[in-house]
């Protein structure tokens, strides 16, 4: 079994930063694929970005690209999401989840088998 626990959410102003955090535990790290994801009220779970086992190869929304940066330290088990010109349309629960069963998890949320229980973001305008 997989544990993810998430951390550094918070209320932040429009245009500001937030880096999102995932520590992973119950199995080595660089054996699992990681994403973000996020659900808004009202709205369904979307995917944010992924990132492979390595590291190599990342991947966003379109809504997001440019501003969001995933990131992994497979040597502390964390991932890392960084988040620029936040706008108030980016307030969500942010979920971090894993999969153990490819080397890129992808975009879609029922392929992820592991989550964590989610960080709330506010984003004020």
């Known amino acids: 079994q997989v544990q993810l626990v998430e951390s550094g959410g918070g209320l932040v102003q429009a245009g500001g930063s937030v880096r999102l955090s995932c520590a992973a535990s119950?199995?080595?790290?660089?054996?699992?694929?990681m994403g973000w994801f996020r659900q808004a009220p009202g709205k369904e779970r979307e995917f944010v970005s992924a990132i492979a086992r390595s590291g190599a190869d990342t991947g966003y929304a379109n809504s997001v690209k440019g501003r969001f940066t995933i990131s992994r330290d497979n040597a502390k088990n964390t991932v890392y999401l960084q988040m620029h010109s936040l706008k108030p349309d980016d307030t969500a629960v942010y979920y971090c989840?894993?999969?153990?069963?490819?080397?890129?998890?992808?975009?879609?949320?029922?392929?992820?088998?592991?989550w964590g229980q989610g960080t709330q973001v506010t984003v004020s305008s």
């Open positions: 119950g199995r080595t790290f660089s054996t699992l694929s």
């Open positions: 989840a894993a999969r153990s069963d490819a080397y890129y998890g992808g975009s879609s949320w029922s392929q992820y088998e592991f």
